[in-house]
């Protein structure tokens, strides 16, 4: 009948290295009672972890496993062969750490063409291990960077109130992928009590932020627009004047490092000012400024803009680069 719904696909692809949960995450997802047992699951393992899957488990929540076991293999192709055999309703995907993320949307649209009769809907989620992450983020930071940008969730778990930097983790994640949701799991009750603690004063009537401070403040300040909204800021920044602004704008923000050295973009935002015209385009300001946040036609949706009520030059700080950890 023309005007149809199509059925829905569910696929679920669960990122992340050797030991950090993912077998684990499968194994709660396929018992968890937002599962319906009725549906046959698929579960694709692309490397065998630690922890296995339990036959009886799998046949009581009519699920199956089957592995793939070369990077080459993860491909329409061979997974069509396993959705014949299987006839599933829903796709569960452990992703082989090591192998790019690339791979993730090409697949995307091969099962779109294969499950033609379906509407194909990912879900993307990344499991890191707080244990090892800053160790990952020191001597893989690509490859971490590179799940990071593609998860729609990123779970941290084996956090402790000892050892967790919480800001760390959300500068390196929202640096790369703003909309990320992040989810930190515990055995410690007490660790859900713990509250972000930024180093400067929220709560002054001018809040200073000072240049080893600006990465921190500037994903803080994206993620909880209400803190700053209304708020009087000083910092310093770099200043660009691309052509096409409306008058009196200008771009304020800093030269960014979100994963390596080959990975430096500026990052900034919209300021307002009577006349720039002192300054010339990439030097250094000091800005004392009202934030608020609104719909811009150059973000295309609402964003901070700075409202300058004073500016003056500022030297170039001693590092250029701004890092988000």
């Avoid at 669960?14 to 009672?33: H, P, Q, R, S, W």
């Amino acid at each position: 009948m023309f005007g149809k719904k199509k059925e829905e696909m569910m696929v679920y692809v669960i990122m992340g290295f050797l030991e950090a949960g993912k077998t684990n995450l499968i194994c709660d997802l396929i018992v968890d009672d937002m599962f319906d047992d009725k549906v046959k699951t698929l579960i694709l393992a692309c490397e065998e972890g630690e922890m296995e899957y339990e036959q009886e488990t799998l046949a009581r929540v009519n699920a199956a496993v089957e592995y793939i076991q070369d990077e080459e293999s993860f491909c329409g192709s061979v997974i069509q062969k396993f959705l014949k055999k299987h006839r599933p309703d829903r796709i569960i995907i452990e992703y082989n750490g090591m192998w790019p993320s690339v791979h993730i949307p090409e697949l995307y649209d091969e099962l779109e063409e294969i499950c033609f009769d379906r509407e194909v809907i990912f879900q993307t989620i990344d499991v890191v291990n707080d244990e090892t992450f800053a160790m990952y983020m020191k001597n893989m930071p690509s490859m971490m960077v590179d799940q990071f940008r593609i998860a729609e969730m990123i779970i941290i778990n084996r956090c402790t109130v000892e050892k967790t930097n919480k800001n760390a983790i959300r500068g390196s994640i929202k640096a790369v992928n703003p909309r990320a949701q992040i989810v930190y799991e515990s055995a410690q009750d007490e660790f859900y009590e713990m509250k972000d603690q930024m180093p400067f004063d929220v709560n002054a009537e001018i809040i200073e932020i000072s240049e080893d401070d600006f990465g921190l403040w500037y994903i803080d300040m994206i993620d909880h627009p209400d803190t700053y909204q209304g708020k009087t800021l000083k910092v310093s920044g770099m200043i660009q004047k691309p052509p096409g602004l409306p008058k009196g704008f200008a771009v304020f923000g800093r030269m960014a490092m979100t994963c390596c050295a080959d990975d430096v973009q500026y990052m900034g935002f919209l300021c307002k000012a009577d006349d720039w015209s002192a300054y010339r385009n990439q030097q250094y300001v000091t800005v004392t400024a009202r934030l608020e946040y609104k719909y811009m036609k150059e973000y295309g949706e609402e964003g901070p803009v700075f409202y300058a009520e004073s500016i003056a030059p500022a030297d170039k700080p001693k590092d250029e680069l701004v890092y988000f950890n």
